[in-house]
């Protein structure tokens, strides 16, 4: 202890130098690049370096491919996108660097809401410093199609089909979205949430209950997502979420079920989100806020120059102005309390107003398709399951939620 808290003394302490440090994300979309814009300007502007390691790809799946790689060969970089479960099972591993020294110096852990303190810390170790929070049920909609076509939006998965099938009838995809498991999982976590509710939701993934998940409930859930089916665009092999977005954005498609990481594309595009493209929570989930906590840990490094770069990264992400610039641009919310609001787009302050609530009454959910419910690789499991179930139209809901439980089960 006394070893630790020198340290940290010492490398508050250590002259102003230029810092260098390599970032993995897979921060790579239209908005997603210009957000990353705003973190490496800010970091360069103090004089630092910033070494680039983006991997292609929505979900963090390459990314956290190459990173096995490079931490096996010994070599992972000074920081890295990790959030949720894979972050715990690196710092489990023993790779990251263990920031509470840190935080108990600099007093950041009373500015964090309580579910980002919890989330980031395991064992009295903070492993990671957040970025932003996202908020991942929502329904985006293109407000013209809307009007042109005379239709209200959904507030639930009743009205949803309703309201797709009125644009299938006039030749309109009524759903943006791809094949990518990660992206199906979405949807599937918010029919969730919408058909099943809170209780349904807790029940499934976070305690991994076998009645639930094999249970009429989930039966029912499983046959609404895969009445989704027959909603996505035609080409919807390989459609990345931002190409989705931007056929969301362009007329190509009324709807897109997604997390606020949309928001980011939208600005990018120059479209104001909440105007032309409406927000709202996605069917029957409103009240409800499954979040996303996007945070960036600190691999283990012996060099002091590089633990010195890590710790001048930490305390500028953990800034207000930082958390300000960036989450404008990337869609999501500060991480730390009484974030100010005032120049964010509508979405955002919905958002917030919503997490407050949902912080108090007990109404915010873990995301499971965002790795933040479930071990990496019951996750995984689940994703697999639900892939399969929804792109075979011959699928057997009952058969899926004894598959989906055997799967949850297995990788216990
Ligand atoms: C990340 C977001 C990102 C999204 C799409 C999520 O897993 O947490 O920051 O924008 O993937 O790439």
Redesign the pocket.
Known sequence: MKWLSFSVIALLSLPVSASQVEVLH????GG?ANAVEVLKSEWTEQGNQWNDFAVQ????KSAMTVLKSRALAANPPEAA?L?GYELREWAGLGFLRDLSPMAEHLGWYTKMPAMVRETLSQNGALMAVPT?I?RVNWLWLNRKLFDEQGLTPPTDWNQFVAVAERLKAHNITPLAIGNEP?QLAVLFETVALGEGGKEFYRKAFLEQDSATLTGPDMVRVLTRFQQLRAYVPQKYAGLK?HQATNLLESGGAAMQVM?D?VK?ELSAGNYRPGEVIACLPSPGSAGLFSY?L?SIAMFKQRDPAQLQAQGDLAQLLMTPKFQEAFNRV???IPALTNPDMSKFDRCAVHSYQDFLLAEKQGNLLPSMA??MATPTNMRQAILDVLSNFFNDPNANPEQTALRLERAMRSTR
Do not use: L
């Open positions: 897979w921060w790579t979309s997603e790809g929505g979900g963090g996108h959030k932003g996202h990660w979420w997390g990481w980011g996303n996007d990337k869609g999501s965002e790795g």
